[in-house]
């Protein structure tokens, strides 16, 4: 917990850092990136990420209280048990108290896990009610978010070379920079559907937002995401997919709901979805 709250006060102290130098690249700061000497999980931005760590927390409870019961045991037996405190050993084979005490209790203490366990598995596993759907697509080596309730385009999110980086968005993390973000605007709950392109298997995974998706070719897995504070989020490619498996980072800027609309207009305009002018277009928007 106390590093937890260290961590915490870490988290705002760089995104207090990053608001200051975040105008460059857009209004967002830059909240969820990696920070030097970090332990334990990063700062949770997502419902689901609180959830994660409560039963991160309360597992860590009750493994912590076995291992010192253990611990205590151990020592106990070497001492109390020893050849010159216990010269003549007990022949004793069976206790039936004891054998049945030893197989209900773990499978009790395997209960108080298994339920938040699964309800935690249930709770991210579907979005219950998603205002919109965005599919992320894993291709060889970068990453493709479609919005099929926005008029089905595509962007392409691919990692800025250094140079680039340095250029066009000097306050985004290095590695983690890239060209296009996914886009979501804050407080709404989004669903994802993650799937793969060509012939290997990528994991979406955000670790400030609690997500971790494989996405599979031939499948389609969901997850869904709802942040509350706008800002851009890093992840990275967590399944080792290969040659370029550390160059397809994953970056997600939450915005407004206003500049989200303005976001998918433009989208939408620059793929064709949109007629170009104000007049309505006589031939009806491509859907593709
Ligand atoms: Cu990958």
Known sequence: MIGKRV???????????????????????????????????????TPLMDKVASLHDLLLVIITLISVFVLFLLVYAMWRFHASRNPTATVTTHNTVLEIAWTIIPILILVVIAIPSFRLLYYGDKAADAAFTIKVTGNQWYWAYTYP????????????????????????????????????????VVRIIGTAEG?????????????????????LNEGWISVPKEGYYFGQCSQICGDLHSYMPIAVR??????????????KKSAGLLPATDFASATPPATR
């Open 7 to 45: 961590l915490a006060i870490f988290g705002a102290l760089s995104a207090i850092a990053a608001l200051g130098v975040a105008s460059s690249a857009g209004a967002q700061p830059v909240i969820g990136v990696p920070h030097e000497w970090q332990m334990d999980f990063p700062p949770s931005y």
């Open 149 to 188: 309730d926005q008029g089905n385009f595509k962007v392409d999110s691919r990692i800025l070379s250094e140079a680039d980086r340095v250029k066009q968005k000097p306050n985004m993390p290095r590695m983690l920079a890239v060209d296009e973000e996914m886009v979501i605007p804050a407080n709404t």
């Open 199 to 219: 012939n290997s298997m990528h994991g979406w995974t955000v670790p400030g937002f609690g997500i971790k998706k494989t996405v599979i070719p031939g499948r």
């Open 254 to 267: 939450v915005v407004s709901k206003a500049e989200f609309d303005k976001w998918v207009e433009q989208k």
